[in-house]
């Protein structure tokens, strides 16, 4: 049981590594690492943590929206790549959470497509009725 943590813990590791080399920091991930240990079993969140992450992804996404309406067809082309690369590939058992994802960067991608023709002039501060309503979450409309 306490080889599969530390395996546990090493893999993941291994992986946190990764991703901090993704934005370009080198090739030992980042250049001041965080020097606390990962702990193998994470706890579980509260009801008021994963609000606060809902929180965050709705906003996060209407951001994305937004600079996806002014993106170039070669970055909206990119990210349909992205969402074809994570869909489930052949002899691959498919996983829900990455199907609802590649569908959902789909999904973006559509939205900006009606955020670019709803809008009627250029973005200012006094946000219109049309970026209001467009931005909206689904379940409020």
């Known amino acids: 049981m306490k080889a599969d943590r530390t395996e ?10 990764r991703w901090d080399n993704e934005g370009g920091a ?15 079993e994470a706890l579980p969140l509260t009801n008021a943590e994963i609000v606060q992450l809902q929180i965050r992804v709705i906003a996060i996404e209407n951001v994305l929206a937004v600079l996806l309406a002014e993106a170039s067809e070669h970055q909206l082309q990119l990210v349909r790549e ?11 058992t498919p996983h829900r959470l990455t199907i609802h994802a590649a569908a959902r960067m789909i999904n973006l991608i559509d939205g900006a497509g009606h955020l670019q023709k709803r809008r009627l002039g250029p973005v200012s ?6 970026w209001s309503l467009a ?7």
Do not use: C, T
Request: charged share 20%; proline share 14%; no cysteine.
């Open 8 to 17: 546990r813990a090493r893999l993941l590791a291994k992986a946190v590594s």
């Open 82 to 92: 992205m969402s074809a690369y994570i869909s489930p590939r052949p002899g691959v």
């Open 26 to 40: 080198g090739d030992g991930g980042r250049k001041h690492p965080p020097s606390v240990d990962v702990p193998a």
């Open 135 to 141: 931005l909206a979450p689904r379940d409020a409309a």
């Open 125 to 130: 501060m006094d946000a219109s009725p049309a």
